[in-house]
């Protein structure tokens, strides 16, 4: 049998020759596997890097747009939180739901284009005033519409479908039924149900119990009536994003993997 250099042969083998025959490890690629594990690690970290900031700018953004509507930055989160579990319930891939979670925040970026004036007035609009305010629905569509991004073209259709209704009676455009992107329509009802237990600058805020009872009476009106079903059964999941008290940084650290 040919002894083949810096192989071992196996003690009592007769196919030890063959088999060694198929190791092929030079000891110098050792060193470039080691090198390339470190290199991997780095770009690891950079990814997780850039993903954290990703997210983090996409959340202040929202958050600016969120600031100039009296309501805090709370809101954002809640909605994303909602919005992820009603995706997950509707049985979304997890890259949808993924999507879901971090476009959602955005649907209001367009109040970045609406007067303050309008914006925190504590009173009733009027049809002038309401008439700009539907604007920031097609403002924030056209924030991201360009992108090449999947997360902010599925941004701008938030944006632009969240205040579309089931019936159609809805606006910007009055889209009915399932026309409506599926995630215009998710992040509907939970705009709603958060608005409605939440104090707003022109109302107080309602019970946990009174904003569950009053999504379903939308169904089929405002809101997509299978999606409320499914809601209706995630109460227990709906009443632990109300009472957790979620902030910023931890939704962040979360985004970027961090326990
Ligand atoms: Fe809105
Ligand atoms: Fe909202």
């Known amino acids: 049998m040919a002894y083949i250099p810096g192989r071992k042969k196996r003690a009592g ?6 088999e060694d025959k198929k190791i092929k490890v030079p000891a110098a690629g050792d060193i470039d596997i080691l090198k390339l594990k470190k290199a991997f690690v780095e770009l690891e970290e950079m990814h997780r890097q850039v993903r954290e900031s990703y ?15 009296p309501d805090t930055g709370s809101h954002i989160l809640r909605i994303s939180d909602y919005a992820t579990q009603l995706g ?6 997890p890259e949808e739901i993924e999507m879901l979670r971090y476009a ?35 403002i924030g569509a056209r924030m991201f ?22 019936d159609g009676s809805g606006y910007p455009y009055g889209t009915k039924g399932e ?27 309602s019970s946990f119990d009174e904003g569950m009872g009053y999504i379903q009476t939308l169904a089929g009106t405002h809101l997509d009536p299978k999606l409320v079903k499914i809601f209706a059964k995630m109460e227990k999941d709906i009443l632990n994003i109300y009472t957790a008290n979620t902030n910023i940084q931890q939704f962040i650290d979360e985004a970027a993997g961090i326990e």
């Open 13 to 18: 083998s007769e196919t030890a020759g063959k």
């Open 55 to 69: 997210i983090e700018m996409i959340l202040k953004l929202a958050i600016a747009a969120e600031y100039k509507d």
């Open 88 to 93: 997950k319930a509707v049985g979304l891939t």
């Open 104 to 138: 959602s925040p955005m649907h209001d970026i367009g109040k970045i284009g609406i007067p303050d004036k309008i914006l925190q007035k504590p009173g009733k609009l009027t049809s002038e005033e309401w008439e700009i305010m539907k604007q920031h629905t097609l």
């Open 145 to 166: 519409q360009s992108s090449r991004s999947p997360l902010l073209m599925a941004a701008s259709e938030i944006a632009l479908s969240h205040h579309e209704k089931y």
């Open 179 to 205: 026309a409506i992107p599926l995630f215009g329509r998710i992040v509907a009802l939970v705009d709603v149900f958060d608005a409605m237990v939440s104090k707003r600058c022109y109302k107080e805020k």
